[in-house]
Nanobody, 119 residues
Framework: VQLQASGGGLVQPGGSLRLSCAAS????????MGWYRQAPGKQRELVST???????NYASSVKGRFTISRDNAKNTVYLQMNSLKPEDTAVYYC??????????????WGQGTQVTVSS
């Protein structure tokens, strides 16, 4: 199983980006999916999570600006980021709890995508 993240880049403050993360490989089903970020010199932190049924959770620092969604048919999770701030600059990682078989639940990380917010 692989998680492939994409959509990062350089954007000006106040701008928007949309991240995508697609899971591929031996997948029976996917439980929670989410996004984390790690800025230079800081620990990785939770950004947002979403359950299979669509229940969402956000860090207080991004609530109201970021929106997480998923397409279960495509095994893909998205993060729409609006009103971006310089402090949102980080490497963004997706993660997912994946059943490879009915009984085998494994946690996976994506490879990370750089988001830089700067004028």
């Amino acid at each position: 199983v692989q998680l492939q993240a994409s959509g990062g880049g350089l954007v000006q403050p106040g701008g928007s980006l949309r991240l995508s993360c697609a899971a591929s490989g031996r997948i029976f089903s996917i439980n929670d999916m989410g996004w984390y970020r790690q800025a230079p010199g800081k620990q990785r932190e939770l950004v947002s999570t979403i359950t299979y049924g669509g229940r969402t959770n956000y860090a207080s620092s991004v609530k109201g600006r970021f929106t997480i969604s998923r397409d279960n048919a495509k095994n893909t999770v998205y993060l729409q980021m609006n009103s971006l701030k310089p402090e949102d600059t980080a490497v963004y990682y997706c993660d997912a709890d994946i059943y490879e078989t009915r009984a085998a639940l494994i946690h996976y990380w994506g490879q990370g995508t750089q988001v830089t917010v700067s004028s």
